[in-house]
């Protein structure tokens, strides 16, 4: 019985540990960068600053420590989901430089948030994103890059709700506070 007891609390302190769930991303975008180009995009680049939040936009769970690079996203293969994802694209972009905080995309996530500063492309094992749609289970590059890393590997954008709109006042104004800090010009 001891062993069972013992068992059980391992089990259960591992959970703070190693997660699973979906998550979406928080941030306020200082510009948008379509590849080739807006009028027929493939791929998105979004500058600002970010953190990535447990459970996704809709939930208010854990939240990452912000940083400020950008995010690299490629259209998914499907048809059908490429015309949603670039009307969110141009949501997106019409709130980039405007200050405002919002939450957005979809992911699997494995891990605990204390391992994506170390996450590199070529990293293996938990922490790590996965595409939800179509199918789910792949694993992909969802991580705020430096401004000095060359955009490779897209990750394929994962749509969910739209973007939402964070304020500046409530459960989410310390975070807006630190999004906005990040993007501060350095001394």
Do not use: C
């Amino acid at each position: 019985m001891f062993f069972i007891l013992l068992a059980a609390i391992v089990l259960l302190e591992g959970i703070d540990l190693l997660g699973s769930g979906p998550v979406g991303i928080y941030g306020i975008i200082e510009k948008i960068v379509f590849e080739p180009n807006e009028a027929v995009p493939e791929r998105l680049q979004v500058w600002g600053a970010f953190a990535f939040v447990d459970g996704g936009p809709a939930r208010d769970g854990a939240v990452s420590p912000v940083k400020r690079g950008y995010l690299y996203f490629k259209l998914p293969g499907d048809a059908a989901k490429q015309s949603t994802v670039k009307i969110e694209w141009a949501d997106l972009k019409s709130v980039a430089g405007t200050g405002q905080a919002i939450g957005f995309g979809n992911w699997g996530y494995i891990g605990s948030f204390s391992g994506l500063e170390s996450r590199t492309p070529s990293s293996s094992g938990p922490p790590y994103f996965l595409e939800l749609y179509p199918g789910g289970g792949q694993q992909t590059d969802v991580r705020v890059r430096p401004a000095s890393e060359a955009p490779a590997t897209p990750a394929v954008y994962q749509t969910n709700a739209g973007i939402v709109k964070l304020p500046e006042q409530g459960s989410h104004a310390q975070l807006v506070k630190q999004l906005k800090d990040a993007l501060k010009p350095r001394l």
